[in-house]
């Protein structure tokens, strides 16, 4: 089955060279300041990873009419189907070539309702699958997040349980599993899915297929990310970045073709986005962390914008959403939305 291929890395690739995190010994030292992509292994997902992969291909293949019936629309809608062409890559307007299909956290924990999307909620193999496959890889995925996050709020030195009072598996919020196909093209250059930094707290990626690059900071110049079998790529979002006060930065990174060798491969992927909940107000957390208050002071002194929003999560994701979306663009690629704090794609 496609989704399962893992194909040799070409050797004409030089692949950026990333941190391998073991999650059985993470600690704060070895997460650090974060602002790179980070590696882990033995995450625990792993054999269900591979269901998801399994599932991810019976959906993604119903003919495309089925699928269109879960699309999310042009109003920031994030859980759903979204199909190819929906979002822009670039400022000037070229489309992506990504077609995915987000399912809420809450659905898969409230399973057998559904309380996030109701009529049509999913295509009918993830209802058939959501109790042995969706839900036991949510809920690993947000065990995951929950340990990175307490790492970090000892780094911000924080009260106990207020970052993870924040993301509150209880609390309705934009947690969400996706699963991504890119159909095969003979082109290795034409931009799947654009530069960006992902919104919420932190996603944990596993690839299978080539394509991914990262922007590592300071840097101009794109690499790609090495897949590793069993292994999840682990990047920091926006909104941690904000409520952290720049402390943890969010990483540009965006989706190419598969490279070389493996050009003409269908391409494979599956995030799990973790994210505050969903009245989670959006500014960096300075009384409660001195760090965060120091790290906002400094940037201050040096002319450095705040980055504050001032909206709740719910809010903060709708609007990345509908700012993707072409539908919400002008002829010039310019978003036409009264929104102000869209920031890139
Ligand atoms: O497909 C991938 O490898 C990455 C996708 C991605 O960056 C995203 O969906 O935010
Ligand atoms: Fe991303």
């Not at 898969?108 to 890889?137: D, G, H, I």
């Not at 034409?190 to 394509?211: V, Y």
Request: proline share 6%; aromatic share 6%; charged share 20%.
């Amino acid at each position: 089955m496609g989704s399962f291929t893992f194909p040799p890395w070409p050797g004409d690739i030089l692949p950026h060279p990333l941190l391998v995190l073991d999650y059985r010994l993470l600690n704060g030292e070895t997460l650090g300041g974060c602002h790179h992509t980070r590696i882990l292994v033995n995450h625990g997902a792993e054999d269900v990873v591979e269901r998801m992969f399994d599932l991810a291909f019976k959906v993604m293949t119903l003919p495309e009419g089925e699928l269109m019936k879960y699309e999310q629309g042009n109003e920031g809608e994030s859980f759903g189907y979204k199909m190819t062409g929906a979002d822009v890559v670039s400022a000037t307007g070229e489309l992506d070539t990504a077609e995915f299909l987000n399912i809420a956290k809450d659905d898969a924990l409230a399973w057998p309702n559904l309380v996030r999307r109701k009529s049509p909620s999913y295509p009918l193999p993830v209802l058939e699958q959501m109790s042995n496959t969706v839900r036991p890889f949510i809920l690993n995925s947000l065990d995951v997040s929950n340990t990175i996050l307490s790492i970090f709020s000892e780094t911000l030195r924080m009260a106990n349980g207020e970052l993870l009072d924040m993301h509150s598996v209880a609390e309705w919020s934009g947690s969400q599993a996706r699963i991504i196909r890119n159909k095969a093209t003979t082109s290795t250059t034409k931009i799947a899915t654009g530069s960006h930094t992902d919104f919420g707290s932190l996603s944990f990626l596993h690839n299978r297929q080539g394509g991914l690059q990262v922007l590592p900071p300071g840097s101009d110049s794109w690499q790609y990310v090495k897949p590793l079998p069993r292994h999840a790529i682990c990047n920091i979002g926006d909104a941690l970045s904000i409520l952290s006060g720049g402390v943890l930065r969010s990483n540009i990174h965006r989706v190419l073709p598969p490279p070389s060798t493996q050009a003409n491969m269908e391409r494979w992927s599956l995030v799990f986005f973790s994210r505050s909940g969903d009245s989670v107000l959006l500014r960096p957390l300075v009384d409660e962390s001195s760090v965060v208050a120091q790290a906002v002071q400094k940037n201050l002194a040096m002319g450095v914008p705040l980055m504050e929003p001032g909206v709740t999560a719910r809010e903060w994701t709708r609007r990345r959403v509908k700012n993707r979306r072409v539908a919400n663009r002008d002829a010039r690629g310019e978003y036409v939305g009264r929104e102000q704090g869209n920031r890139g794609a």
